[in-house]
Antibody, heavy 120, light 106 residues
């Protein structure tokens, strides 16, 4: 079955960068877009963007251009999101997700989330 | 960018009550609209996609309707386990989430 396993919580200093991973199992990793979502308390859910691992094609929410960078390693079936120049506004839970096969709708499968805390 | 306006932002309802949450898109989104439920500390879970299609395993008391810019999620008879935060999502043009509705039991 499809599973997305994310890396653990991170505590980072302002100005640093962090790289979150999302390991996919149970399907052909290269064929499905992996999407990334940010969730801050009181701020709901924000779509950051997506990557198609097989080609490396990406789409970014304009708001996150320059902040987030997506990569994917098809040899390990792992997608990554790097966040740069961290500030307190980047403290959030970040999710990776994939669309479903039946119904072809987005966010059918979710990772468990990775908490990033930015604090001096 | 498509904006999604969700209402109400929070509500209390009684067990057995009919509950409706609405989302309005800033433009026609061609029924590319999903509804999610999220419980504390958990990832969101899709309930409805393509405006009115129930995801397998989701209780039939949940239903979705709407077209064009206006959509709604209805819970026909509220149960205790339905507490949580509900979000809509448009996926006609990239993705935009609604602001969320916190549903609590009265």
């Amino acid at each position: 079955q499809v599973q997305l396993q994310q890396s653990g919580a991170e505590l980072m200093k302002p100005g640093a960068s962090v790289k979150i991973s999302c390991k996919a199992t149970g399907y052909t990793f290269s064929s499905y877009w992996i999407e990334w979502v940010k969730q801050r308390p009181g701020h709901g859910l924000e779509w950051i963007g997506e990557i198609l691992p097989g080609s490396g094609s990406t789409n970014y929410n304009e708001k996150f251009k320059g902040k987030a960078t997506f990569t994917a390693d098809t040899s390990s079936n792992t997608a990554y999101m790097q966040l740069s120049s961290l500030t307190s506004e980047d403290s959030a839970v970040y999710y990776c997700a994939r669309r479903g096969d039946y119904g072809n709708y987005p966010f059918a499968y979710w990772g468990q989330g990775t908490l990033v805390t930015v604090s001096a | 960018d498509i904006k999604m306006t969700q209402s109400p932002s929070s509500m209390y309802a009684s067990l057995g009550e009919r509950v409706t949450i609405t989302c309005k898109a800033s433009q026609d989104i061609n029924s590319y609209l999903s509804w999610f439920q999220q419980k504390p500390g958990k990832s969101p879970k899709t309930l409805i996609y393509r405006a009115n299609r129930l995801v397998d395993g989701v209780p039939s008391r949940f239903s979705g309707s709407g077209s064009g810019q206006d959509y709604s999620l209805t819970i026909s008879s509220l149960e205790y386990e339905d507490m949580g935060i509900y979000y809509c999502l448009q996926y006609d043009e990239f993705r935009t989430f609604g602001g969320g509705t916190k549903l609590e039991i009265k």
